[in-house]
C-alpha cells in the first residue's frame, strides 16, 4: 500500500536503464506490466526526459493500476544548477514531466536530492502548492538522512523515501527503521549492489524479508534481466 491509498505489489521497476536503446525500453516496460509489475520509477533526469518518454510510448494510455512515480530537482549536467531545490524549478520540472509522460496528474513525485541553498520546508513546500492544484497526488523524497525525512514530514506526509541501500551497502539503516516504524514505503536503488554473487532473486527475496516497507525497484535493460529479476515474485 502507498500511502494508504494505492495498493501495488512490493517489486517494482526502476526506469534508469532503458534509455540507451528505445525500442528495446519499450519491450522492457510492457514486459514487466505483462509480468505483474505496478509500480513504476523514473526521473526527469534519466536519459534527459527520455525514459518518462518511453514509458509514456510503450503504456500510454496507461492500463489501470498501473502507478508511475517520477522525481526532479536534480540537473543532467547542462543547467547550472546540478542540485535544484527552489520551487519555480520543481514546478517546470513537473510541469515538464507531466508532458512526457502524458499524464493529468503523476500518482508519486519525489524530491530527488535535497538542494543545501534552500531549505528542504521550501521545497517541500513547493510539491504541496502541485499536490494542491491537482498536478501530483503523493509526495515522497529521495537521498535524505532521517532528520531531512523529519523536517520534510513537518510540511506534509511523506508516503516514500528512496534512499541507496542493499545487502553490503546499510548505510541508510536509520532511515529504513523510521520507515519502518511509521508505515513509509522505503524503495533502494542500486537494489541488488555491486559484487553480490548469490543472484538477483536472492538479493531482492532479502530485501523483501528484511522490512515490510521495502520496495525494490530494480532496473534493468533488457526484457531477458527483467524476467531474471522477478524469479524474486514467482
Known sequence: MLGGELEIHRVGLGAMRIVDDRAEGVRVVRRA?????????????????RSEE????????YPDGVVIATKGGLGWGLQERIRDGRPEHLREACEASLRRLKLERIDL???????????????????????????????????????????AQAVTEIVSVQNQYNRGLATSEDVLDLCTEEGIAFMPWEPLGEGLTRGPAYEIRWLLDRSPVILPIPGTSSVEHLEENMGAVA
Do not use: C, W
Open 33 to 49: 506490466v505483462e509480468l505483474g509489475v505496478d509500480f513504476i520509477d523514473t526521473a526527469d533526469i534519466y536519459g534527459a526526459g
Open 54 to 61: 518511453i514509458i509514456a510510448e510503450a503504456l500510454h494510455p
Open 109 to 151: 513525485y519525489q524530491l530527488h536530492r535535497h538542494d543545501p541553498e534552500v531549505p528542504i520546508e521550501e521545497s517541500i513546500g513547493a510539491l504541496v502548492e502541485l499536490r494542491r492544484e491537482g498536478k501530483i497526488r503523493m509526495i515522497g523524497v529521495s537521498n535524505v538522512s532521517r532528520s531531512q525525512l523529519r523536517r
